[in-house]
């Protein structure tokens, strides 16, 4: 069975932390394979626990949707502050930090560029290193696999709240391995430790550790929903549901506009392997179109190693594109604070998609451009995985 570095923390090994003043950055995901959460853990090995950090949708996890600010306040159980690092600020501040030894950073991530808790990570590493306080990570399983990198890379001059370094769409990276690639990058300072898991292997998906899965997030129930999310969250620089206000966000797509069959067939002949897609009809509760029927597929994943998500996704809004011109829209700002460029283009990343959908490209045309930025992501994380 594979074991968290929170697990191995609670066995009595890694760094010493007994004594020390301790600020956690965590959420409610932040337990071990005996849900204990990492406060009760880390206080069981002797940490003077300071401060919590929190990340978007809160330590609970119950704001649903982005740019859903909370506010910081006062644990009532531990009787120390919880400062909210999706509010006013997005990095803690020097008062946050006052008094610290170490800021221990336990976030599950789902192994996508957009998926702002890596951003929170950083924002956090960067802090810490500025005020020369330890930053130790307690590494987790990427849930959708370690080998496969698929998308654009960021492009300089698209950086976001969802992309601050340039990452793969799907970067196939642990938490740890990434934040020690762009510590390394950056050159920051100041004393830094991974504890690693054990008992993961690149080629190894959440649902093969023997590990239980807890929402990272409201809309990200399953494993299966953090794979298809890697590609499916483009969706949301667009007029079409991803599904938020269902009980299969990601996987139900479509739009009021879209006739369900017509949309299933042009997907059928995409260049998507590994997926099936099913006519369906679906009205969300909230979000886009919420209260509304809205024409779609819902998309079962049927070979999750040949599935290319961030390729379905592309296929996906192309088609909507190509069915319904009058009806299709990008998204306007703002968006994760970003008010000037258009949501999808930080998204992807660049400008590149939406570009290829005025000029009538194809996904395979789209799939294309990706490769060498592939392959050099591909050859620049290698000197930081940590597993093999």
């Known amino acids: 069975m594979t074991r968290t570095g929170l697990d191995i923390i609670a066995e009595g090994a890694g760094p010493a932390l007994a004594g020390r003043r301790i600020g956690l950055l965590a959420n409610q995901a932040s337990v071990d394979s005996s849900f204990r959460h990492a406060t009760e853990v880390l206080l069981g090995r002797g940490a003077a626990l300071s401060c919590l950090f929190g990340p978007q949708h809160g330590p ?3 704001t649903q949707a982005n740019m859903i600010e909370w506010e910081g306040y006062r644990d009532p159980a531990l009787g120390i502050p919880v400062h909210s690092l999706y509010g006013s600020t997005r990095e803690p ?3 946050m930090l006052e008094g610290l030894d170490a800021v221990v950073i336990d976030l599950p991530d789902v192994g996508a560029r957009p998926y702002t808790y890596i951003w929170t990570a950083l924002l956090t590493m960067r802090a810490c290193a500025a005020a020369g306080i330890r930053v130790v990570v307690l590494d987790r399983p990427n849930p959708i696999g ?3 990198v698929e998308g654009p890379v960021l492009e300089p001059g698209f950086e976001s709240f969802v992309g601050l370094r340039p990452l793969a769409m799907r970067h196939g990276m642990t938490i740890g391995e990434t934040l020690s690639m762009l510590r390394a990058e950056e050159g920051l300072d100041g004393p830094f430790e991974v504890v690693p898991v054990e008992g993961w292997r690149r080629n190894m998906h959440f649902d093969e550790t023997g590990l239980h899965w807890v929402p990272p997030s409201p809309n990200i129930p399953t494993p299966r929903t953090a794979l298809l999310y890697a590609g499916m ?9 991803e599904g938020r206000g269902t009980t299969i966000p990601f ?7 879209i006739d369900p069959g017509g949309y299933a067939a042009a997907l059928a002949r995409s260049p998507v392997s590994g997926a099936a897609f099913r006519p369906a009809v679906f009205r969300p509760t909230f979000d886009k179109h919420a209260g509304e029927d809205c024409g779609g597929v819902q998309i079962h994943v049927t070979d999750r190693g040949a599935f290319r998500p961030v390729l379905c996704a592309v296929s996906a809004i192309l088609a909507a594109a190509a069915l319904c011109p009058g009806s299709f829209r990008w998204a306007e700002p703002p968006y994760e604070y970003e008010t000037l460029r258009p949501p999808i283009d930080i998204l992807y990343g660049s400008a590149g998609l939406r570009e290829a959908a005025a000029g009538g490209r194809s996904p395979a045309e789209v799939a294309s451009a990706w490769r060498a930025g592939e392959r050099a992501f591909a050859g620049r994380r290698r000197p930081y995985l940590l597993y093999d």
């Open 233 to 241: 969250v483009l969706l949301e620089g667009t007029n079409i549901s």
């Open 60 to 62: 609970a996890g119950l």
């Open 93 to 95: 501040t020097a008062p």
């Open 146 to 148: 370690g080998e496969a």
């Open 251 to 257: 996987e139900m797509i479509g739009a009021p506009w």
